[in-house]
């Protein structure tokens, strides 16, 4: 029986990824070693018993003891804090989802590679941070990494059988996010609230005010860019309101290979589950004729600064990713507390990078664990002082 285990299960990938192992038999049908999540310990609890998990790990040691009561008589271990979480990848399994939001999900899924599994990646911080680091070690132990992100299952999905050398360039879809159609000069007062609606797709928080900012398209842009090993110059993002294309490739020859699907991230999470067969899906099919017709645009660069910010980060590469996460995480945490404006994320990152640009260091390629969180750790400083000088509000 297939062994699983799912980092950021009670996330809203990680749910999807449940309900799929529960649609495809549950208990019946695969073995679940490891569940974790964060401060909802009932829904980590009721998916370790609908799943009959080994161990339930929170990344918050003082919700151990609520898990602990919440999983009495199940027989299910209870574990907490973020060693405990990076123990879990230890836990021999065949296939294992990285959907931890944020770069708390790179050294469990780095742990996992270590035991040549499968690591099917939404985590996209991970690529982002330390792509050459992952690939490498997934190569040093003959580990498989699938992508999760519908942009990058979609081009995954396109090369199948292609030549990568043919590759010509890549085109990943953004939606525009919920401020596309705003008139510029109100983004400044945009509210929490209204930054964490998306137009198509259903979303954890942070990755929804990201595609409102398209910092989430800058880092697709990376992501791109480690996974597939493709040039920059060759990575273009363009909008497309509808959501349906998720990516296309073209080829030498001229040809544009197009992913269409529906909205729902259970179709890459399924694809990565059930790679190199396809099993019949709960997602809807698109109906063409319906749809009528498919929209384009390019991105205004005056809306969006993430993606030139991208740009840069990929001219530079080293530990540049790293530092750019992590200032990005800073800034996204300032805006949610109500710290800065929705327009000053990108003001802050691009601060910090340009003070972190004075370091040769920035240039260093990541070659461990401790190096990348040195540096996010560095860059997260940089970020607060830029958002303090700034004035932002404490
Ligand atoms: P989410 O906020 O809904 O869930 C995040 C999960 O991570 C939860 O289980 C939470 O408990 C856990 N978590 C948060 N902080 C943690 C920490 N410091 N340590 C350990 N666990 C922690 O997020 P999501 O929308 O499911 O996104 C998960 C990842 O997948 C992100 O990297 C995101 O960019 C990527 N992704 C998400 C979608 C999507 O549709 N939601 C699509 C593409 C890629
Ligand atoms: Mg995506």
């Given at each position: 029986m297939r062994r699983v285990t799912i980092f950021g299960a009670t996330g809203s990938i990680g749910c999807s990824t449940v309900d799929l192992l529960l649609a495809a038999g549950g208990p019946e049908a695969f073995?679940?070693?490891a569940l974790t999540g964060g401060r909802n310990v009932a829904?980590?609890?009721a998916q370790a018993r609908a799943l009959r998990a080994e161990l339930a790990v929170t990344a918050h040691d003082d919700c151990l003891p609520a898990l602990r009561e919440a999983l009495a008589g199940s027989g299910i271990e209870a574990a907490a804090?973020?060693?405990?979480?990076?123990?879990?990848?230890d836990r021999p399994a065949?296939?294992?989802?990285?959907a931890i939001v944020g770069a708390a999900g790179l050294a469990p899924g780095l742990r996992a590679l270590r035991h040549g599994t499968t690591l099917a990646l939404a985590n996209k911080e991970s690529l982002?941070?330390?792509g050459p680091l992952l690939l490498a070690e997934a190569a040093r132990h003959g580990a498989r990494i699938l992508p999760v992100d519908s942009e990058h299952s979609a081009i995954f999905q396109a090369l199948a059988g292609e030549d990568i050398a043919a590759v010509e360039r890549v085109i990943i879809t953004a939606s525009g996010g919920a401020f596309r159609d705003w008139p510029l000069e109100r983004l400044a007062a945009a509210t929490l609230a209204e930054a964490s609606t998306h137009p198509n797709w259903s979303m954890g928080q942070r990755i929804t005010i990201d595609s409102a900012s398209m910092f989430n398209?800058?880092?697709e842009l990376i992501e791109t860019r480690e996974y597939f090993g493709i040039e920059p110059d060759r990575i273009?993002?363009?909008i497309h309101p509808e959501s349906l294309v998720h990516a296309l490739v073209g080829f030498r020859d001229g040809a544009l290979m197009a992913h269409l699907g529906p909205p729902d991230m259970r179709h890459s999470i399924g694809y990565a589950l059930n790679w190199p067969a396809r099993a019949d899906?709960?997602?809807a099919r698109l109906d063409l004729a319906a749809i009528g017709s498919l929209t384009f645009r390019a991105p205004d660069p005056a809306r969006y600064p993430a993606l030139g910010l991208a740009r840069e980060v990929m001219r530079i590469r080293g530990l540049a990713g790293a530092a750019f996460n992590a200032a990005k995480e800073a800034a996204l945490d300032a805006f949610i507390a109500g710290r800065i404006p929705f327009t000053e994320m990108a003001v802050v990152v691009e601060a910090a990078l340009a003070r972190l640009s004075a370091d040769p260091g920035l240039g260093n390629a990541p070659e461990s664990l401790d190096m990348v969180q040195a540096m996010d750790h560095l860059a997260r400083q940089v970020a607060q002082d830029v958002i303090a000088v700034r004035g932002g509000k404490d």
């Open positions: 073995r679940t070693v829904r980590l609890a804090g973020p060693a405990a979480l990076v123990e879990a990848a065949d296939w294992i989802m990285s982002v941070t330390a398209k800058s880092m273009e993002a363009v899906l709960p997602v």
